[in-house]
């Protein structure tokens, strides 16, 4: 019986350990940062559609997430990430490197100017979108592989 238990509580463990090595892989880390901006840009969305009233702290929040993001995602794609855990990253990141850390440098410097002169209303968060969409779309028209 106490044998049973061992083994159960082992193969968890197992489990867990290979789930917790996964969320650190690159690939893993990516996807979950554009999940987040996913997030941020419907909320902000929602707002410009007229669908969610205008909030200022769900604005910023949405900018920040956005600007953080930028920043950080370009070192998320070592050499060796470039398959899988179903990345949609194209072979074109690594080898026009310099290109996709300006596209998302450009991203982050627009979220950070938006962020200096806060959208005030529904109107200015349409527009914000109007600076920041053409971002998402230039990089993903290039650098990820839809599956």
């Known amino acids: 019986m106490k044998f049973r238990i061992l083994a159960t509580a082992a193969a968890l463990a197992i489990i867990g350990a290979s789930a917790v090595v996964a969320a650190d892989e690159p690939q893993v880390v990516r996807a ?9 840009m419907g909320a902000l969305s ?7 009233p205008y909030d ?9 997430t ?5 920043k950080a995602f370009p070192d998320q794609f070592p050499a060796g ?6 990345t949609e990253a194209s072979p074109k990141i690594w080898e026009q490197m310099d290109d996709f850390k ?18 005030a209303d529904q109107a200015a968060v349409g527009a914000a979108l109007g600076t ?6 230039g990089c993903h028209e290039v650098y990820r592989v839809k599956k």
């Open 56 to 64: 200022a702290d769900v604005v910023k929040a949405s900018l920040t």
């Open 66 to 70: 956005m600007s953080e993001v930028a």
């Open 81 to 86: 990430s470039e398959t899988g855990h179903d």
């Open 102 to 119: 300006a596209k998302a440098a450009k991203f982050g410097a627009d979220a950070d100017a938006l962020l200096a002169n806060l959208p």
């Open 46 to 52: 929602g707002i410009a559609k007229g669908e969610k």
């Open 32 to 40: 979950q940062m554009m999940k987040k901006v996913g997030g941020a």
């Open 132 to 137: 920041i969409g053409p971002n998402c779309g």
